[in-house]
């Protein structure tokens, strides 16, 4: 990615404006809430996805934010990232104080990713069955079912 | 056939009578073509949509391509039905309620597996929450296609009518199925002829 | 009128509630406290509703409620949880678009530009101004066809099949349309990195307009049999009413959104395809309940017709697919493409490897906004591919909207998110 940098709402997001990427990096937990509540104060009003990257050791957690309401920044999507060491259980705080709409995005990046998202106020499975075996699915170290049913038979 | 003293009128013993009649009536081809004349035209499909090809269904059931007029009428209960059209891919969640509505249906049932998904995974073939149709229901007829159209849809209704009406039995009367798959295991059918 | 007299029942059926329920309070002042909480058992109710149910697909909805009121509700989805993302991860990049496809049945070809957008990003491929103005007249179609659709389903849950009839007969003309240009009924698979696969056939544009007449004429008789029906009115007019605030801090999308009077179209604000040359409306309601999204899709198709005629007028003549795509392909494609204008698939395509970077793109789909947001390493599958569809974000209209609802109210307000579970579970 070129490194461009743009200010924007008194923060410096690194830009790659072909790409539409903003992007703003948390060095921890609580630079993440300040932030996000500087970001919110900005005018970023919603949530448009939380997800994960399996960065083989570390595990990067993403939130895109955009507006609705601010015509400025609502031709923006927004990322805050925030990189954290891989275990079976991360923990990062949760945005959804700030961002309700966050809720289930979040669920969704727990069960796929084992993100612990601490003060989430339903952390619980959302899509897989209840009694799903395997762990964290969008990890890269999850195996695809790679052999076609008719293989088997 | 008597008169007794009292007044009332003795068959003998109703049950084994009536059993005796049954099955005589059932030899004679008649009454069994007449039967499944009746099945023929009342193919009740439960509105189960368990994928996207129910787009295609609900286009079926539509007035352009009308298959009502094969008797094909999408019922909410499954006791009121005969036929799951099972509309592409299956997850493991949806496995348990795909059996859980099967089984509640009344005999004679049929299954059409509708699209590439049901009939092998398709283009969802390795995901890991997806179980084809065959490990869940014993399926009568395999519709291709990816989704497959309205009119191949008709086609497979057609096709079914003309199985019942050649008297073949239901793959629910000849294939005993494991349980659906669950997360875990993946259980394989055992096909069991009577 | 001596019915009207003899009728007790209040016209406004909350001040109803509320005296059933003082004079609960009075009739209970006496009771102990076991008599109470036996009371209170009765009333509280836990509903499982689905997920085979009569709606749109299927999802389990689990209700708490008070008597005949919402609590609160549990909505349970993934049943149609296909896994998209982990295996567009283990595909190439082309073979992402039927997957992104199947997701979003009624609404093919907006999934398949949102994916598409983002990949180009990634190569740095610019389609030329043919190609977006295609891209945009089938995305409107499209969008047309998914509003249909929905108003069809909607009809199902408030017990109508008149309109379900209507709109899925009103859908074919639309789809025979999308069929004559890409040759598939549902999945078209049409847009491709770089343009499209298929030019317009002769006589499209006056065999378009035809259609878009009918669409007008039959959009006037929707008027009188369903939008303005009573029955409708009644069952959809102060119902679920979502205000602006709400629909912004939860993060509603799409003609939802538009409903409750916020002035937001993902077309406007991060312009893509041929948008930005277009005029447009992008209409909004102040009520924000479940009949002014009903309004709200009647008046988007009318957008959608107005759109779909200045694409017809203004689309300009030129190449389909950008000179980056043109100039990999083998003499025999270059003569296929010259004699019929149809693009056929050069190598590049099965072997593209974009380089490492990172993009996103949003596209206005049929339901509201489509996030993609996709990552390479250089690698010939993405390493990391993301994408939020419109329903998964509508899905506080369970748990926030039908809350303090009726629980015979819950079918209106489902059916008027247009609410379609495949596209949520991805």
Known sequence: MTAASRVITGITFTTDEAKRIFEVEASDGAHLLDLATRLKAAGFDHCLSVTAEDLGDRLAVLWHISSYTNKELSGMNAQIRLIVSKSDNVEVPTLTGIWESANFLERETYEMFGVVFKGHPDMRRLLLPDDFTGKWPMRKDFPLKKTPWRVQK | MGGGADGVAYFGNLEKVSKKAVSFLKKQGYVKSMINWGDKFSLWPVHLMTSCCGTEFAAASGPRFDLERLGFLPFGGPRQTNLIVIEGTTTLKMARSVRIVWEQMPAPKWVIAMGACAMDGGIFYDSYNTVPARDIVPVDIFLAGCPPRPEALARAVVMLQESIVKNRPPAADIQVTAAPATSGSKDVVEAVSK | MAYEEGFSIEKNSVEGAKMSASQDRATTANLTYDELAGLKAERELVLLIGPAHPGSGHMKIKVWMDGDIIQRVDP???????????????????????????????????????????????????????????????????????HLYGIGLYGIFLGSSTVYMWAFADREPLIDLLEEISGARITYSYIIPGGVRWDLPAGFKERAETVLQYMEARLKDYEKIWV????VMDRTEGV????????????????????????????????????????FNVPTFSEGDCYARLLQRVEEIEQSIRIIR???????????????????????????????????????????????????????????????????????????????????????????????QHLADLPAIYGSSDYFPPEADR
Do not use: C
């Open chain 3, 76 to 146: 349970d989805i993934g049943f149609v949880h296909r896994t998209t993302e982990k295996l567009s991860e283990n595909r190439l990049y082309i073979k992402a678009i039927p997957i992104v496809e199947r997701v979003m049945l009624p609404d093919t070809i907006n999934a398949n530009l949102a994916y598409v957008i983002a990949l180009e990003r990634l190569l740095g491929i610019e389609p030329t101004p043919r190609a977006q103005y295609l891209r945009t007249l089938t995305s409107e179609i499209n969008r047309i066809t998914s």
């Open chain 3, 228 to 231: 303005k029906n009573p029955v």
């Open chain 3, 240 to 279: 679920g009413i979502v205000s602006k605030s709400d629909a912004i801090r939860l993060g509603i999308t799409g003609p939802n959104l538009r409903a409750s009077g916020v002035d937001y179209d993902t077309r406007r604000a991060k312009p893509y395809a041929a948008y930005p040359n277009l005029d």
């Open chain 3, 310 to 404: 200045q694409v017809l007028k203004d689309i300009p003549d030129g190449r389909i697919i950008s000179d980056d795509i043109y100039s990999k392909m083998n003499p025999l494609q270059k003569r296929m493409y010259e004699m019929k204008h149809r693009v056929m698939f050069p190598a590049y395509m099965a072997s593209m490897r974009p380089a490492a970077g990172r993009s996103t793109a949003s596209v206005e789909a049929g339901r509201g906004e489509i996030f993609f947001y996709l990552v390479s390493n250089g690698d010939k599958v993405p390493f990391r591919f993301r994408w939020v569809t419109p329903s998964f974000l509508n899905l506080p209209f369970f748990t926030h909207v039908m809350v303090g």
